[in-house]
């Protein structure tokens, strides 16, 4: 299905040459800034649940089309991920650029139970490591937030 291929691919960015999960990410982050400074982290919040719902929807359909198990072109999980981490971010350049570089690093590791997540079948598979990789990411943001370091 065409719908669900483009929206599991973030209209295309999942198909930049270098990288596509980080550009992601990246994309991520403005549209982030602009739902926390218009509705605050209620709205931030909302639009990462309906991300992750519409993704696991997307890149069920995705992986069935395609035959791959976790497609590198299905970015809608980074979307997911990088809003749940800026959750606990302060709106500003440092409190956001932690939770990218947070992110990333869980996303990119994986250590349990992120691992764990990523077996899931499905577009819960391709889904729920990113999910729990942002609230990971989420809860180191929190703790430099409420100690003042960001």
Not at 12 to 37: C, E, N, Q, R
Not at 97 to 122: H, M, N, T
Request: proline share 7%; aromatic share 10%.
């Amino acid at each position: 299905m065409k719908l669900a291929s483009t929206i599991s691919t973030l209209f295309g960015i999942g198909y930049a040459p270098t990288a596509p999960g980080t550009v992601a990410s990246l994309a991520a982050l403005p549209l982030a800034w602009i739902l926390s400074w218009i509705g605050g982290p209620w709205w931030l919040g909302i639009a990462a649940v309906a991300a992750s719902a519409i993704g696991i929807w997307a890149c069920h359909i995705h992986v069935r089309e395609t035959g791959k198990t976790d497609p590198s072109e299905c970015v809608i999980d980074e979307l997911a991920g990088q809003w749940i981490a800026c959750l606990a971010a302060p709106l500003s350049l440092p409190g956001y650029a932690v939770a990218f570089a947070a992110f990333r690093l869980f996303d990119i590791a994986k250590p349990w139970p992120i691992s764990a997540a990523e077996r899931a079948p499905g577009g819960w598979g391709v889904m729920v490591d990113d999910i729990v990789a942002g609230i990971f990411a989420g809860l180191i943001v929190a703790v430099l937030r409420w100690t003042g370091l960001i």
